[in-house]
Antibody, heavy 118, light 112 residues
Framework: EVYLVESGGAVVQPGESLTLSCTASGFPFGKYNMHWIRQRPGKGLEGVSIIRNDGGQIGYADSVKGRFTISRDNSKNSLYLQMNSLRSDDSGLYIC???????????WGQGTLVSVSS | DLEMTQSPLSLPVTLGQSASISCRSGRSLVSSDGNTYLNWLQQRPGQSPRRLIYQVSNRDSGVPDRFSGSGSGTDFTLKISRVEADDVAVYYCMQGIGWPYTFGQGTKLEIE
């Protein structure tokens, strides 16, 4: 069974940095593209970033480009999201998700909560 | 980012009746491989999203055949027949052709 467990969420002040982690198990991590998806409080889903299975291609939402960095360590079955210059509208639940070969997402984590507030 | 637009955003439905949700993408979701990468997700209160349908019309294992997807190019529809109480959720369309994947605003289905 696929497990995706996020960690690292915290309450931080605007302008600060935070790194999120996702530990994966139950599938060959190094063979799959991975996503970070966020859900602001009471709002919908937003694709934040995606990384190819080998780390060789990366995509970011316009809203986080230049501030967030996605990375992965296939030897540790882990996905990361480095978030800099955090703003109040970055607050939300950050969910790690496993890509599916048919242009889809089939497995989702439970998420880790980030709150940016002064 | 590739924009996805859903309607309606709120959908009150009587038990046993049908419901229909529309999704429009900012550009064609037909890939160079000939596949169309449009998905439908269900998010029940307090839960992570669950995929219902991929590539427009393919139902995931365990999804009732009351759920059906259709459409092509930039216009897509999710139809739920014989709505049940268990269908109360927010439904999202999601495109899987552009990076990062993007989502519609969500349609909240409620029982009236």
């Amino acid at each position: 069974e696929v497990y995706l467990v996020e960690s690292g969420g915290a309450v931080v002040q605007p302008g600060e940095s935070l790194t999120l982690s996702c530990t994966a198990s139950g599938f060959p991590f190094g063979k799959y593209n991975m996503h970070w998806i966020r859900q602001r409080p009471g709002k919908g889903l937003e694709g934040v970033s995606i990384i190819r299975n080998d780390g060789g291609q990366i995509g970011y939402a316009d809203s986080v480009k230049g501030r967030f960095t996605i990375s992965r360590d296939n030897s540790k079955n882990s996905l990361y999201l480095q978030m800099n210059s955090l703003r109040s509208d970055d607050s939300g639940l950050y969910i790690c998700a496993k890509d599916s070969p048919n242009g889809s997402i089939e497995h989702w984590g439970q998420g880790t909560l980030v709150s940016v507030s002064s | 980012d590739l924009e996805m637009t859903q309607s309606p955003l709120s959908l009150p439905v009587t038990l046993g009746q049908s419901a229909s949700i529309s999704c429009r993408s900012g550009r064609s979701l037909v890939s160079s491989d000939g596949n169309t990468y449009l998905n439908w997700l269900q998010q029940r209160p307090g839960q992570s999203p669950r995929r219902l349908i991929y590539q427009v019309s393919n139902r995931d294992s365990g999804v009732p055949d009351r759920f059906s997807g259709s459409g092509s190019g930039t216009d897509f529809t999710l139809k739920i027949s014989r709505v049940e109480a268990d269908d109360v959720a927010v439904y999202y369309c999601m495109q899987g052709i552009g990076w990062p994947y993007t989502f519609g605003q969500g349609t909240k289905l409620e029982i009236e």
